[in-house]
């Protein structure tokens, strides 16, 4: 198809996957990150546009919305991936960073999503999809900082779901377990994170099906993990 889509997050990892997917499948793919090597390296992939940008930072998620409104006139998906976490116990967190995460994936949420919205009413159709975590759904030690974020980003989407239905807008929420990307400074590719990580590749194909529900159905939410991760 000819659908155009922004997908937040996608110089690495689970977006660059979606990415990657996406541009596969005839997609026009709108690239979002703040690293613009990696970006530029991708795009050639994608033959798609990319923008960098910090999602936490309001002008730039207009502007995201606005080049791709200017490029190709319209927008039909919204990839909320971008993310970031880190884990101690709750004292030794720094309020800095306890700002970084929920700047990212709250706030970077939000931003994206407000500078959308209009369009997609005006155009009565479009799919949002945020790509959060299982964690927004179960609690775990060292964990305050990014399951509190991502128990905020799922309620963000719940609501925004109700808010946006009549206007013909779907809001649909992926939850992984662990994947084997970047995240958390971690590096990708050990032989022992085959065997108990998801691939970003599996939450494409997650995403991939969640986009392809008919056009009267919608996906609220979709869970998967590695068989082997206890939760
Ligand atoms: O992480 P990583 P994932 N503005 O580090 C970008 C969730 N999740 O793919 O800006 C714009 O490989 C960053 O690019 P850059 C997780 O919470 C993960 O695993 O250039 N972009 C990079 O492209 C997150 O919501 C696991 O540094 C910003 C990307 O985000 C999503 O999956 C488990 C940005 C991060 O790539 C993708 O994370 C789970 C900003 N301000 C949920 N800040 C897991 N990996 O186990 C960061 O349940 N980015």
């Not at 720094?94 to 994206?112: H, Y």
């Not at 009413?121 to 509190?148: C, E, L, M, N, W």
């Not at 032989?191 to 919608?218: G, M, N």
Request: net charge negative; proline share 4%.
């Amino acid at each position: 198809t000819d659908q155009i889509a922004i997908v937040s997050g996608a110089s690495r990892g689970i977006g660059k996957a979606i990415a990657l997917l996406l541009a596969l499948q005839g997609a026009k793919v709108v690239a979002v990150a703040r690293s613009e090597n990696d970006l530029e390296e991708l795009t050639l992939k994608t033959q798609g546009l990319c923008i960098v940008a910090d999602i936490s930072i309001e002008e730039d998620a207009q502007y995201v919305v606005q080049e791709t409104l200017s490029r190709f006139g319209r927008l039909d998906i919204l990839v909320c991936n971008a993310g970031v976490g880190s884990f101690n116990e709750l004292e030794h967190f720094e309020a800095a960073e306890w700002d970084r995460i929920f700047d990212t994936n709250v706030k970077g949420t939000f931003l994206l999503c407000k500078a959308a919205v209009p369009h997609l009413k005006a155009q009565k159709s479009g799919h949002i999809v945020g790509i959060t975590s299982d964690v927004a759904k179960r609690t775990f030690p060292h964990g305050t900082a990014y399951g509190a974020s991502k128990f905020a980003q799922d309620a963000l989407l719940a609501s925004l779901r109700k808010e946006v239905r009549p206007h013909g807008i779907k809001v649909s929420t992926i939850y992984p377990g662990l994947v084997d990307t970047y995240f958390n400074d971690t590096t990708p590719g050990s032989p022992e994170a085959e065997k108990t990580h998801l691939r970003p590749s599996d939450v494409a194909q997650a995403l991939r099906y969640v986009l392809e529900a008919p056009a009267h159905v919608v996906i609220d939410e979709l869970m998967l993990h590695p068989l082997t991760q206890e939760y």
